[in-house]
C-alpha cells in the first residue's frame, strides 16, 4: 500500500496527541479500505493506539448527512487533532488526455464508484485509490472558527450546527488536496445550500423579510429551499468533463480546432483568478460564444466558471447536463418575488467570497446587429450589491471577446430584425443546431479585456456609479476586439458598393487599414499579424465565398470580389462588430466634409459643432468617452494623420480638401450609412403624423420596416442592411431625446421635418465620401 499512501502528509499521521479521524466515504469499501490504510499507517510508525474515527459520505452530496455520532465525538478535549481523509480514485492515462468515454457517462463516473465496482477496481489495480489527508485542526481550532463565523457559542442545542461545519471545513480541505491531483478545473462550491442557511446573514435578512412580508420564517425557509434547489448549481467532475467534450464538439464542429488566443494571457488570468473575485463578461454574438470562456478555462486548468443562462435553456436533456456542468439558471424576470432575489443575493455573494469564477453574457442578449449592444444591468447589479452588503473588494471584470471568421446565427439574426418571430429554444432545436454547425466557418479568436476593477461596489441605489462601471466595462471590450480578415473585408466592400473590388484593390485597401490600426495598437486578429501568410488570407477568403457571403468573379482578366445585394445584412453584421475602431475617423471626415460646405462660416467652428452633433445623434448606437475626452481623442486621431491639422482647419478653403485627402481611405459612409438611412425613414414617418396625433415606438417599428422595404425597393435607401428592428428602435430614441415623439403639434412637425433635412444632408455627405474612396482607387489602379 506504500504507493496508496504517498500522498497523505506522513507528519499528520505521526503528530503525537488524541486524533478523530473524520472519513470521507460513499460505501463500505471505501469505510473498509481507509481504516485498513489508517491502521497499517499507523502502525508502520510505531503507533498502536486505537483510531478513533467517524465516518460519512461527504462528497456524496446526494445522501443524507448523519450528524449524531460526529457531534458527539466533537464534544471532547479542544486539544484533539481532527483529521479528515478521503480516497481519490484515479483514471488510468486522464490526466494526459482527458478523453471521457461513453461508457463513464452510461455507466457512472469511476472516480466516484459503488461498491461493486470499488472492489473490482482495488481487485485489478490498488494503484488507483490514493488516500488523501486534508489539513488537519484542533477541535479547539474548529469551534473558534465556528464562533467567529456564526457569532454565537456552541451551546448544546447548536451542536449538530456545530457537526455540519466541521463536514463542511473538512470536505473543503480534502478537495484542495484532491485538486493537486486531478487539477484546478475542478474547483466546485460543497454543500452551498447548507451553508446559506447556516449563514446569519442570510438568517438575518429571512427574518427581516418575514417582519415585511408579515409570514413565518418557517414559510419563507421553505420557499428559499425550493429557490436555492432551483438556482444553486450542483458541479461534478464527471458532468465537468462532459460539458468541456461538447463545448470542444461544439466549436470544433464547423471551425479549425484550436481556438486562437494570446497563451500569455494564462499567468495573469490564473492569478486574478487566484486572489481576487473574478467574474468574465463575454460579448454575446452567437449561442457558442458563451462557450468559449468554459473552453478555455478547462483546456487551460484554470477553476470551473460559473455561467449564468437564461431559464429558457433549462430544457429536458440538456438542462440536467449544464447545471451539473455549473451553470445557473435565472428567471428572467423576479419581480414580485421577494424570496427568490434574496436567495440569488446569497448565493452570488458566496460565489464571490470563496473566490469562485462567473461568467455570462453582457448584453444580456445576443447582439442582432454585430456591435456591442447596451448592458443589462440585471445581473451585474446584484452582483455588485452583493459585493457592496458583504463588503467584497477589489471585484475583477474581465471582458471575454470571441471573433469568428463566419458566424452560423448571422442569418437568423438578419430574418428576426426583418419582423419574423424567433423560434423557441428546445431540445430539438438545439440538435438541429449542432447540426447546422457542420459547415466550415474558418477560425475562432478569443481576446481577454483589461480588468475594471470595482474596489468597493457601489450603493445599490446609485445608478450612476453602476452605469460608469458598466460603461468602463463595454469600453474595454471594445478595445479588445480584433480587426479580423472577415470584418476589414465587409467593411471595404459595403463601403463601395454596389461596386466590386479587384482582388490588388482589395489586398492594398486592408494592408492600408491593417497598418493604420496597428500604429494606434488596436488588436488584430492571427491571420492580419501575419499578412505574409498568404495561404492562410486565401483560406479565409475560399470560406467566406464557399459559404456564399462573398462573390467571386475570376472569369475576366481579373478577379472580382463582391458582396451581393441580398448579402448585405449579413456582410454588415461583421462590419458592425469593428465599427467602433473607426468612430472617431469616420466624424472627422463627416465633420470636414461639412465645414467644407459653407466657405462663408469659419471652418472649424463648423468643424467642431458638427463633430458634437454626431455625437448627439448616434449617442444610442456607440459608446462615447465624457465629452473632453471624446474631444482630446479626435485632436489625437487628427494629429496622427495629419501634425498641422489646426493650421489647415483655421484658414480653412483648399487646405481643407488636403486635409481630407490625408484620411484616405474614407470610412465615414462605410461606419454610418445603415444607421442614418435607418433613422431617415423613421424621421419620414414621424413627419408625416397629423396635428393631434402621435406614435409610440412599437407601431413605428412596425411602419418603418414596411417603409424600409418600399424605400429600398424605390432604391431611396441604398441596402437592406439598413432595415432592422434594432435600427428603427435606436432612431425612435433618438428622435425622443430631441423631443420629437410627443404629441404633433406644427412646431412638432417643423422640427421633425428640419432633421430629415439635415438627415438627407448627411447622405449625401455619406455618398460624396464613397465617390472619392472610389476617384482615388481609380487613380491607384488605372
Not at 449561442?287 to 455561467?307: E, K, R, S
Not at 445584412?569 to 466634409?593: C, G, T
Request: aromatic share 10%.
Amino acid at each position: 500500500m506504500n504507493e496508496a499512501t504517498a500522498i497523505a502528509k506522513e507528519g499528520t499521521l505521526i503528530t503525537e496527541g488524541p486524533k478523530l479521524f473524520v472519513i470521507d466515504a460513499r460505501n463500505r469499501v471505501e469505510r473498509r479500505y481507509l481504516l485498513d490504510w489508517l491502521h497499517s499507517s499507523l502502525a508502520e510508525r510505531g503507533t498502536d493506539t486505537p483510531v478513533n474515527w467517524v465516518s460519512l459520505p461527504i462528497s456524496d452530496e446526494r445522501a443524507r448527512l448523519r450528524l449524531k455520532d460526529l457531534a458527539k465525538k466533537l464534544d471532547d478535549d479542544p486539544d484533539v487533532l481532527v483529521i479528515p481523509v478521503r480516497i481519490a480514485w484515479r483514471i488510468p492515462d486522464f490526466e494526459e488526455s482527458r478523453a471521457m468515454k461513453m461508457r463513464h457517462a452510461l455507466l457512472g463516473d469511476p472516480r466516484t464508484p459503488g461498491s461493486f465496482r470499488a472492489r473490482t477496481i482495488l481487485l485489478r489495480d490498488k494503484r488507483r485509490a490514493q488516500c488523501l489527508t486534508g489539513s488537519p485542526a484542533t477541535i479547539g481550532e474548529l469551534r473558534e472558527r465556528f464562533n467567529r463565523q456564526n457569532g454565537h457559542s456552541t451551546q448544546e442545542d447548536n451542536a449538530n450546527e456545530f457537526a455540519g461545519f466541521v463536514v463542511r471545513q473538512a470536505s473543503l480541505v480534502l478537495d484542495i488536496e484532491e485538486r493537486g491531483l486531478r487539477g484546478r478545473r475542478y474547483k466546485v462550491p460543497r454543500f452551498v445550500a447548507d451553508s446559506l442557511r447556516a449563514s446569519p446573514k442570510f438568517r438575518s435578512d429571512i427574518t427581516k423579510l418575514a417582519g415585511d412580508l408579515d409570514k413565518p420564517e418557517k414559510a419563507l425557509y421553505e420557499e428559499a429551499g425550493r429557490y436555492m434547489k432551483e438556482l444553486v448549481s450542483r458541479p461534478s467532475a464527471l458532468f465537468i468533463d462532459i460539458k468541456a467534450r461538447l463545448d470542444r464538439f461544439m466549436l470544433s464542429q464547423g471551425y479549425e480546432n484550436e481556438v486562437v488566443f494570446d497563451k500569455d494571457e494564462l499567468p495573469r488570468l490564473r492569478q486574478t483568478m487566484r486572489d481576487h473575485p473574478t467574474i468574465f463578461l463575454f460579448t454575446h454574438k452567437t449561442y457558442i460564444d458563451g462557450v468559449t470562456p468554459t473552453d478555455l478555462a478547462y483546456q487551460n486548468d484554470l477553476p470551473m466558471l460559473h455561467v449564468f443562462g437564461g431559464i429558457n435553456l433549462d430544457f429536458f436533456g440538456l438542462g440536467f447536463v449544464l447545471r451539473r456542468a455549473g451553470t445557473i439558471f435565472i428567471r428572467r424576470s423576479f419581480e414580485g418575488k421577494p424570496v427568490y432575489k434574496l436567495v440569488l443575493r446569497h448565493y452570488v455573494s458566496y460565489l464571490l467570497e470563496k473566490r469562485f469564477p462567473m461568467t455570462w453574457a453582457f448584453e444580456g442578449t445576443r447582439s442582432r446587429l454585430g456591435k456591442l449592444m447596451p448592458p443589462r444591468y440585471g445581473l451585474l447589479k446584484y452582483v455588485l450589491d452583493s459585493a457592496n452588503v458583504n463588503d467584497i473588494q477589489n471585484v475583477h471584470i474581465i471582458p471575454v471577446v470571441t471573433s469568428f471568421d463566419l458566424i452560423r446565427d448571422v442569418e437568423e439574426y438578419t430574418r428576426e430584425q426583418t419582423g419574423r418571430v424567433k423560434k423557441p429554444e428546445s431540445f430539438t432545436w438545439f440538435i438541429g443546431y449542432l447540426r447546422s454547425l457542420r459547415e466550415p466557418m474558418g477560425k475562432v479568436y478569443v481576446d481577454f479585456g483589461k480588468p475594471v476593477v470595482v474596489k468597493n461596489a457601489p450603493q445599490p441605489s446609485d445608478r450612476i456609479g453602476m452605469s460608469k462601471i458598466a460603461f468602463e466595462v463595454a469600453v474595454e471590450a471594445n478595445r479588445a476586439t480584433p480587426l479580423t480578415l472577415t470584418s476589414l473585408m465587409c467593411l471595404s466592400l459595403l463601403g463601395i458598393a454596389p461596386r466590386g473590388m479587384r482582388a490588388d484593390e482589395l489586398l492594398a485597401v486592408i494592408n492600408v487599414l491593417v497598418d493604420w490600426a496597428s500604429e494606434r495598437n488596436i488588436r488584430l486578429s492571427d491571420d492580419l499579424t501575419q499578412r505574409n501568410s498568404l495561404e492562410g488570407i486565401q483560406n479565409v477568403i475560399d470560406t467566406l465565398v464557399n459559404n456564399g457571403l462573398f462573390m467571386r468573379y475570376d472569369e475576366g482578366s481579373r478577379t472580382v470580389y463582391a458582396i451581393q445585394p441580398e448579402k448585405h445584412p449579413l456582410a454588415s453584421y461583421y462590419r458592425n462588430s469593428i465599427i467602433h475602431h473607426f468612430l472617431d475617423k469616420a466624424i472627422i471626415e463627416l465633420s470636414l466634409f461639412k465645414a467644407c460646405e459653407d466657405p462663408s462660416k469659419v471652418a472649424a467652428d463648423v468643424f467642431w459643432a458638427e463633430t458634437d452633433r454626431l455625437r448627439d445623434l448616434f449617442k444610442f448606437e456607440f459608446f462615447y468617452p465624457p465629452k473632453e475626452e471624446y474631444r482630446e481623442n479626435l485632436k489625437a486621431e487628427l494629429t496622427r494623420t495629419c501634425p498641422d491639422w489646426e493650421m489647415k482647419l483655421d484658414k480653412g478653403g483648399i487646405l481643407l480638401k488636403s486635409l481630407t485627402n490625408r484620411f484616405q481611405p474614407l470610412v465615414g459612409h462605410a461606419v454610418f450609412l445603415p444607421f442614418v438611412e435607418a433613422y431617415t425613414v423613421v424621421l419620414h414617418i414621424l413627419s408625416r403624423v397629423q396635428p393631434g396625433q402621435s406614435i409610440d415606438k412599437k407601431s413605428c417599428v412596425e411602419q418603418a420596416l414596411k417603409e424600409g422595404r418600399q424605400a429600398y425597393l424605390l432604391r431611396l435607401i441604398t441596402s437592406e442592411a439598413s432595415i432592422g428592428k434594432i435600427l428603427f428602435e435606436n432612431g425612435f430614441k433618438m428622435a425622443a431625446s430631441q423631443g420629437l415623439t410627443r404629441e404633433t403639434t406644427e412646431e412638432t412637425i417643423a422640427a421633425r421635418q428640419a432633421l430629415l433635412r439635415k438627415f438627407r444632408a448627411l447622405s449625401r455627405r455619406m455618398e460624396k465620401s464613397r465617390l472619392e474612396v472610389l476617384g482615388l482607387a481609380d487613380k491607384i489602379f488605372e
